[in-house]
């Protein structure tokens, strides 16, 4: 089994600044659209987020990346191509693997931005997009439907949900941290998540130098029990209301 920190959303590169914790609650803002959309910043509602947090660059009619989507039914699907796709096959990630969906959040006014979990996604189907896409995903304007990204396109889906509340538990950011310098789960050691071979990035006390590129870092935890109850806890905090 393989769990996926898949980063996504606002940050000071992609929309210029961290996402909103508002009301207690994370609110991922998705980055301008690239190759295709048909959804707005105003669609979702997030007109006036968009706009404090790229300092007035973006607003309500400006087109976004609204991936991954997550369904009233509680389902997502999350859209993936190019190197980082490439990444997750070589990693053998497939069906019963779980993507932790992370960002960048801060609190609206005076809030410290740091990197904390928002969502997850266990993945039950896969859909290559090479030979085109399934009407369903079309007339659900994904934005991978709407237009090939790259030859490896591929959808991802399964059970999914947002988490409600910016619960510590969630947070990975050491507390006074940067972004990038996160607390690590005890069941995470050196050698056991991609991207991150450096032995410098292994720190004393617990906390991991997370690297500052890249979308999809994997950790094989095969049969461990430790991980896979880590695991089901961050699953279960994402879903209390």
Known sequence: MRIIFSRKGFDSSAGGGPSPIVNGAPVTLPIPAGAA?????????????????SRGKLGADDLCHHDPMFLEEGTCVFGQCGAAQ?????????????????GLFAEEETGEPHHRIFAYLRVEEITALSHGAPDELV???????LAMHHSNDVVWRGEGR????????????VAGGPPSLWHRPQWLKR???????????????GRLK??????????????????REWLERMIAEINRA
Do not use: C, M
């Open 37 to 53: 959309s048909s959804t707005s910043y105003g669609d979702l509602g997030l007109e006036s987020h968009a706009t404090k947090a």
């Open 86 to 102: 490439t990444h997750l096959e070589r990693q053998g990630v497939g069906p019963g693997d779980v993507f932790l969906f992370f």
């Open 139 to 145: 007339q659900l304007g994904h934005p991978h439907a």
């Open 162 to 173: 947002v988490a409600s509340r910016a619960s510590d538990a969630l947070r990975l950011t």
């Open 191 to 205: 050698g056991g998540l991609s991207y991150h071979d450096k032995p410098e990035r292994w720190l004393r006390g």
């Open 210 to 227: 997370s690297v500052a590129r890249g979308q999809e870092f994997v950790a094989n935890i095969g049969r461990r029990k430790a991980p």
